[in-house]
């Protein structure tokens, strides 16, 4: 059966067949037949479309009113397409390499055209409609001349057949005078258009594995001018090198262009007149890969041809220029694939003082999607046999296991099947009686008892209107969050309305991108945070604060409540204006051409933009310190654990990028989430499948593969617990342990027990008298989740000197979205008077939960903060808080966005000032108008000019 190994991502992350925030139409294949006046035909590949004669992105050029026919033929195993901007069609999405489509179009205006895969047009792959009233056809170039020495022409177009006047080292030049335009070391539906009879290649697509330089005799510089063709492998380590004799210094180097087709560059040559020099080609990359879905590459070469002067500079209609490429450092060196869980356990590269154990692998354990540690330390794994494509109803196959280790030598001997029948499940947590499913359409829960692990009831559907159209962005990563709400991901080409069953559609919340939180006495279901793309792992640091791990875009988020962040696709609510960026100060991938150019080339970075789990290490202090609060996410097609080490910065944080916690040097290995135990050891679940894409053909995945590992430290000792065996007052004592699966497991029994007044009590002993800020914020996260909190103890910490207990009171005060006046009062004050940047995050948070007619005097003096004008968070936050005020007192509005220092802030009030379009916000616009035209030369009253023309009226 024919496998589709074809997307550029990952398994839940890969770029999907949606146009990308644009509402593209697909033309029918009926309406590109029949006769055109004007035709081209592109190769399409990630770095960009490529005509005939070599070009990059090449310019359609068409008369007005002439019928343009596009053909795009695949020259790669990845999804394209062609699209037209302003028409607003697209054609179908092609898969396999050599396959074809067309677009047609009548030529009226000048236009752009693109793939419309997400990513795709960021990489490159975009270029332009011009409309002409005169095509005309280039003169031909004058011929060039042979730089001579010995009063001889030097073989410098290898048209002697040899290598007369050149130098070999290492084989790759070995039989590299090449003498036919297409052959078997050539792509053979592309020309060469070599000058001559002869050009030279190091090694062709046959003998890529080869390596070694090529260097010409010196020779002077004659004339102002040089040209040479190149094609080949557009690689660093692929490339033709102009050197100057007197000192071997390089002053022009360009690699090939990743075709066979030799196109011309031409040098400027004037500074060097009457100067040797000599040419070196360089191949030191090999193409071997053992990555089964990027295979070798055959494009690990270099041809070079006809190196001539002239007296004034050439022209030639598909010059190269060095910005044309898009150059690519060579392939990770990946050292296994397809691996024995032992094998694979052995080849894992740990820190000195740590260890790895095959926990489990096939056939004990299948396919591990998603899992998590109940209080017993056992593991509730999902093995995931439904996936990609969900079943008829009760036929699904996923299971639901409960592993243990029943003596400590990290092996998991024990395996219980808690239910064998699920359908597409993609997240599961345990606690507050039962375990908790995200299964698409639905969310689950299914009530067992605790000491014979069986269901004690049906299952209930707690909500339903999850999306699965992409069946790996679904509902996903479940975690239990500080304040007793459960937490989950969802990914952006997946379209959810997810409300309790029988909800009204207009009634139900709509989700995409989003983190999102239930709570699990009340059902209340909401967004917490929406954006990115397709988030796959939440965590919680040692204060609270949520992050994610994503993919294609950058990789991580700091999670505010009610923060609209950057998308992938899609679109945020109406009036936002900006987004939230991420939190990292680097990305994971090689290049500036997107993500998807960096794959299986990007270990100097952290190894792509692949990522699985989130976890903040906070399994007690075995380890060495540098891991606490540091977070680990999974690179997939880095064969790696990456860290990001989070430091404070203004309101919010910074990700530094951190050494990498381990290699799995194996390329088969997708570790798709992680979770610390008892000891402090941590588990890592490994789908394990040479195919590190999501496709929606179930064949492409390999369904017999599975791994689960533990990560121990030396000093972790096994430890046999049951803290549902614990009293009250135990799980109490349990909010200082360091170790926060204790700190964790504990709090999630006190909410399941309910109020205790002895609970209350020693929590708040914990509250007022404990030293250490974090195990406050653990007793105040557990009385909230016990109800052991008034409204006046909230206000109470108001007060308090640490900013991150400030933090959390105005959060927990806001959580039914109607503060009190006596709340209120006081959040005013702080918004002030408060000095730290976090407090006034949390306030601008709190305003977009409270009636807007309440916020007027907190947003108001959140904007007098002119220290905020630089930080990351606050400007935007403050205005997502801020924009419904606008419509209902624009003139109010308008001075207040006058009077501060926060960027953007009067630009985005015009905007929805004017967006309005009442009698009342045209004149406050027009006034608005005048005033900022006085002084037109200000660049900022010049952008809010701008924007105030570019924005439309609602109709």
Same mark, same amino acid.
């Given at each position: 059966?024919?496998?589709?190994?074809?997307c550029?991502?990952?398994?839940?992350?890969?770029?999907?067949?949606?146009?990308?925030?644009?509402?593209?139409?697909?033309?029918?294949?009926s309406q590109?037949?029949g006769?055109?006046?004007?035709?081209?035909?592109?190769?399409?590949?990630?770095?960009?479309?490529?005509?005939?004669?070599?070009?990059?992105? *090449?310019?359609?050029?068409?008369?007005?009113?002439?019928?343009?026919?596009?053909?795009?033929?695949?020259?790669?195993?990845?999804?394209?397409?062609?699209?037209i901007?302003?028409?607003?069609?697209?054609?179908?999405?092609?898969?396999?390499?050599?396959?074809?489509?067309a677009?047609?179009?009548?030529?009226t205006?000048?236009?752009?055209?693109?793939?419309?895969?997400?990513?795709?047009?960021?990489a490159?792959?975009?270029?332009?409609?011009?409309?002409?009233?005169n095509?005309?056809?280039a003169?031909?170039?004058?011929?060039?001349?042979l730089?001579?020495?010995?009063?001889?022409?030097?073989?410098?177009?290898?048209?002697?057949g040899t290598l007369?006047?050149?130098?070999a080292?290492?084989?790759?030049?070995?039989?590299?005078?090449?003498?036919?335009?297409?052959?078997?070391?050539q792509?053979?539906?592309?020309?060469?258009?070599?000058?001559?009879?002869?050009?030279?290649?190091?090694g062709?697509?046959?003998?890529?594995?080869?390596?070694?330089?090529?260097?010409?005799?010196?020779?002077?510089?004659?004339?102002?001018?040089?040209?040479f063709?190149?094609?080949?492998?557009?690689?660093?380590?692929?490339?033709?090198?102009?050197?100057?004799?007197?000192?071997?210094?390089?002053?022009?180097?360009?690699?090939?262009?990743?075709?066979?087709?030799?196109?011309?560059?031409?040098?400027?040559?004037?500074?060097l007149?009457?100067?040797?020099?000599?040419i070196?080609?360089?191949?030191?990359?090999?193409?071997?890969? *053992?990555? *089964?879905?990027?295979?070798?590459?055959?494009?690990?070469?270099?041809?070079?041809?006809?190196?001539?002067?002239?007296?004034?500079?050439?022209?030639f209609?598909?010059?190269?220029?060095?910005?044309d490429?898009?150059?690519?450092?060579?392939?990770?060196?990946?050292?296994?694939a397809?691996l024995?869980?032992?094998?694979?356990?052995?080849?894992?590269e740990l820190?000195?003082?740590?260890?790895?154990?095959?926990?489990?692998?096939?056939?004990?354990? +299948?396919k591990?999607? $998603?899992?998590?540690?109940?209080?017993?330390?056992?593991l509730?794994?999902v093995?995931?046999?439904?996936?990609?494509?969900?079943?008829?109803?009760?036929?699904?196959?996923?299971?639901?296991?409960?592993?243990e280790?029943?003596d400590?030598?990290?092996?998991?001997?024990?395996?219980?099947?808690?239910?064998?029948?699920?359908?597409?499940?993609?997240?599961?947590?345990?606690?507050?009686?039962?375990?908790?499913?995200?299964?698409?359409?639905?969310?689950?829960f299914?009530?067992?008892?605790?000491?014979?692990?069986?269901?004690?009831?049906?299952?209930?559907?707690?909500?339903?209107?999850?999306?699965?159209?992409d069946?790996?962005?679904?509902?996903?990563?479940?975690?239990w969050? *500080?304040?007793?709400?459960?937490?989950?991901t969802?990914?952006?080409?997946?379209?959810?309305?997810?409300?309790?069953?029988?909800?009204p $559609?207009?009634?139900?919340v709509?989700?995409?991108?989003?983190?999102?939180?239930?709570?699990?006495?009340?059902?209340?279901?909401?967004v917490?945070?929406e954006?990115?793309?397709?988030?796959?792992?939440?965590?919680?640091?040692?204060?609270?604060?949520?992050?994610?791990?994503?993919?294609?875009?950058?990789?991580?988020?700091h999670?505010?409540q009610?923060?609209?962040?950057?998308? %992938?696709?899609?679109?945020h609510?109406?009036?936002?204006?900006?987004?939230?960026q991420?939190?990292?100060?680097?990305?994971?991938?090689?290049?500036?051409?997107?993500?998807? $150019?960096?794959?299986?080339?990007?270990?100097s970075?952290?190894?792509g933009?692949?990522?699985?789990?989130?976890?903040?290490?906070?399994?007690g202090?075995?380890?060495?310190?540098?891991?606490?609060?540091d977070?680990?996410?999974?690179?997939i097609?880095?064969?790696?654990?990456?860290?990001?080490?989070?430091?404070?910065?203004g309101?919010?944080?910074?990700?530094?990028?951190?050494?990498?916690?381990?290699?799995?040097?194996?390329?088969?290995?997708?570790?798709?989430?992680?979770?610390?135990?008892?000891?402090g050891?941590?588990?890592?679940?490994?789908?394990?499948?040479?195919?590190?894409?999501h496709?929606?053909?179930?064949?492409?995945?390999?369904?017999?593969?599975?791994?689960?590992?533990?990560?121990?430290?030396?000093?972790?000792?096994?430890?046999?617990?049951?803290?549902?065996?614990?009293?009250?007052l135990?799980?109490?004592?349990n909010q200082?342990?360091?170790?926060?699966?204790?700190?964790?497991?504990s709090?999630?029994? &006190?909410?399941?027990?309910?109020?205790?007044e002895?609970?209350?009590?020693?929590?708040?002993?914990?509250l007022?008298?404990?030293?250490?800020?974090?195990?406050?914020?653990?007793?105040?996260?557990?009385?909230?989740?016990?109800?052991?909190?008034?409204?006046?103890?909230? +206000?109470?910490?108001?007060?308090?000197?640490?900013?991150? &207990?400030?933090?959390?009171?105005? %959060?927990?005060?806001?959580?039914?979205?109607?503060?009190?006046d006596?709340?209120?009062?006081?959040?005013?004050t702080?918004?002030?008077?408060?000095?730290?940047?976090?407090?006034r995050?949390?306030?601008?948070?709190?305003?977009?939960?409270?009636p807007?007619?309440?916020?007027?005097?907190?947003?108001?003096?959140?904007?007098?903060?002119?220290?905020?004008?630089?930080?990351?968070?606050?400007?935007?936050?403050?205005?997502?808080?801020?924009?419904?005020?606008?419509p209902?007192?624009?003139?109010?509005?308008?001075?207040?966005?006058?009077?501060?220092?926060?960027?953007?802030?009067?630009?985005?009030?015009?905007?929805?000032?004017?967006?309005?379009?009442?009698?009342?916000?045209?004149?406050?616009?027009?006034?608005? +108008?005048?005033?900022?035209?006085?002084?037109?030369?200000?660049?900022?009253?010049?952008?809010?000019?701008?924007?105030?023309?570019?924005?439309?009226m609602k109709?």
């Amino acid at each position: 059966m024919k496998k589709y190994i074809v997307c550029f991502a990952v398994l839940f992350s890969c770029a999907h067949l949606y146009a990308q925030q644009h509402d593209l139409k697909e033309q029918p294949e009926s309406q590109t037949r029949g006769k055109v006046d004007r035709e081209y035909t592109f190769e399409a590949k990630m770095t960009g479309y490529m005509s005939n004669d070599g070009t990059r992105n *090449p310019i359609v050029r068409a008369k007005k009113g002439e019928r343009v026919r596009i053909t795009i033929v695949n020259g790669e195993l990845m999804t394209h397409d062609i699209a037209i901007e302003k028409l607003n069609i697209k054609t179908k999405t092609i898969i396999e390499k050599g396959a074809k489509t067309a677009i047609v179009f009548t030529a009226t205006q000048n236009d752009t055209y693109f793939c419309s895969i997400p990513g795709h047009r960021v990489a490159g792959m975009v270029g332009k409609i011009v409309i002409t009233s005169n095509i005309t056809v280039a003169a031909a170039t004058p011929k060039g001349r042979l730089p001579v020495k010995d009063g001889k022409p030097l073989n410098l177009n290898f048209e002697k057949g040899t290598l007369q006047d050149w130098t070999a080292e290492g084989d790759a030049f070995t039989n590299g005078i090449i003498a036919v335009d297409s052959s078997q070391i050539q792509a053979k539906y592309l020309p060469v258009n070599k000058e001559g009879k002869y050009f030279v290649s190091s090694g062709g697509m046959t003998g890529h594995a080869k390596t070694g330089t090529l260097t010409s005799v010196a020779f002077k510089v004659t004339q102002p001018y040089a040209a040479f063709k190149v094609s080949g492998g557009a690689l660093q380590d692929t490339r033709v090198e102009l050197v100057r004799k007197n000192d071997d210094s390089v002053f022009f180097q360009i690699p090939g262009t990743g075709r066979a087709t030799l196109r011309p560059v031409v040098v400027d040559l004037r500074k060097l007149l009457n100067k040797e020099i000599y040419i070196r080609l360089v191949d030191n990359e090999t193409g071997i890969s *053992p990555i *089964p879905y990027i295979g070798k590459d055959i494009w690990s070469h270099i041809n070079f041809d006809d190196f001539e002067f002239y007296t004034t500079r050439p022209k030639f209609d598909n010059e190269l220029k060095p910005s044309d490429i898009v150059v690519l450092p060579p392939l990770d060196p990946i050292k296994y694939a397809g691996l024995s869980g032992e094998k694979a356990a052995e080849a894992i590269e740990l820190p000195e003082g740590f260890s790895v154990t095959l926990a489990a692998s096939e056939p004990q354990v +299948i396919k591990p999607i $998603a899992f998590t540690i109940d209080w017993k330390g056992r593991l509730w794994v999902v093995e995931s046999r439904t996936y990609p494509v969900r079943a008829p109803q009760g036929q699904g196959k996923d299971i639901i296991s409960i592993f243990e280790d029943t003596d400590g030598d990290g092996k998991l001997d024990s395996k219980k099947i808690f239910l064998d029948t699920m359908n597409l499940v993609s997240g599961i947590e345990v606690g507050m009686g039962g375990v908790w499913v995200g299964a698409a359409p639905n969310l689950l829960f299914i009530p067992f008892d605790i000491d014979t692990d069986r269901p004690t009831g049906p299952t209930e559907i707690v909500l339903d209107g999850w999306g699965y159209e992409d069946t790996h962005e679904t509902l996903n990563s479940l975690q239990w969050g *500080p304040d007793g709400w459960l937490y989950g991901t969802h990914g952006v080409f997946t379209h959810s309305n997810v409300g309790k069953p029988g909800t009204p $559609a207009n009634e139900r919340v709509k989700v995409d991108a989003c983190v999102w939180r239930l709570h699990p006495i009340t059902k209340k279901f909401e967004v917490f945070a929406e954006g990115t793309s397709n988030p796959w792992g939440v965590d919680f640091n040692d204060y609270g604060h949520a992050f994610i791990t994503a993919c294609v875009v950058p990789h991580l988020y700091h999670m505010i409540q009610g923060g609209r962040y950057i998308r %992938q696709g899609g679109k945020h609510p109406e009036y936002t204006y900006g987004d939230l960026q991420n939190t990292a100060d680097h990305v994971h991938w090689v290049g500036d051409k997107g993500p998807h $150019a960096g794959n299986g080339r990007s270990a100097s970075k952290g190894g792509g933009h692949a990522h699985a789990g989130a976890m903040f290490y906070l399994g007690g202090d075995n380890w060495p310190a540098q891991y606490r609060n540091d977070i680990f996410m999974n690179s997939i097609h880095g064969s790696r654990v990456d860290i990001d080490e989070i430091v404070r910065k203004g309101s919010g944080y910074v990700g530094h990028h951190g050494k990498d916690f381990l290699l799995t040097n194996d390329a088969w290995s997708q570790w798709l989430n992680f979770r610390y135990d008892a000891s402090g050891s941590i588990y890592a679940i490994d789908w394990y499948d040479k195919n590190q894409c999501h496709s929606p053909n179930p064949d492409v995945h390999d369904k017999s593969l599975g791994r689960i590992f533990k990560i121990s430290n030396a000093k972790d000792k096994f430890v046999k617990v049951d803290l549902s065996k614990a009293t009250d007052l135990e799980l109490v004592e349990n909010q200082l342990n360091r170790n926060d699966w204790y700190v964790r497991q504990s709090r999630l029994l &006190l909410e399941q027990r309910g109020p205790s007044e002895q609970v209350h009590i020693a929590l708040k002993k914990i509250l007022s008298e404990y030293p250490d800020v974090t195990r406050k914020l653990r007793a105040l996260w557990a009385l909230y989740v016990t109800k052991g909190l008034k409204e006046e103890d909230l +206000i109470q910490l108001l007060n308090h000197e640490s900013e991150y &207990l400030r933090s959390w009171a105005i %959060q927990l005060l806001v959580e039914d979205s109607d503060p009190s006046d006596a709340a209120l009062a006081r959040f005013a004050t702080m918004a002030k008077f408060d000095t730290s940047a976090m407090v006034r995050l949390y306030l601008a948070s709190a305003m977009q939960r409270t009636p807007p007619e309440k916020r007027w005097s907190v947003v108001a003096s959140l904007y007098q903060h002119s220290e905020d004008k630089d930080d990351s968070n606050l400007p935007l936050m403050i205005w997502y808080a801020f924009e419904p005020l606008v419509p209902t007192n624009a003139a109010k509005a308008l001075e207040i966005a006058k009077q501060t220092a926060l960027p953007n802030t009067l630009k985005f009030t015009a905007m929805r000032i004017k967006a309005m379009n009442t009698d009342e916000s045209k004149a406050i616009i027009q006034q608005l +108008i005048t005033e900022l035209s006085k002084d037109k030369g200000k660049e900022t009253n010049h952008d809010i000019l701008m924007a105030i023309s570019d924005t439309p009226m609602k109709h």
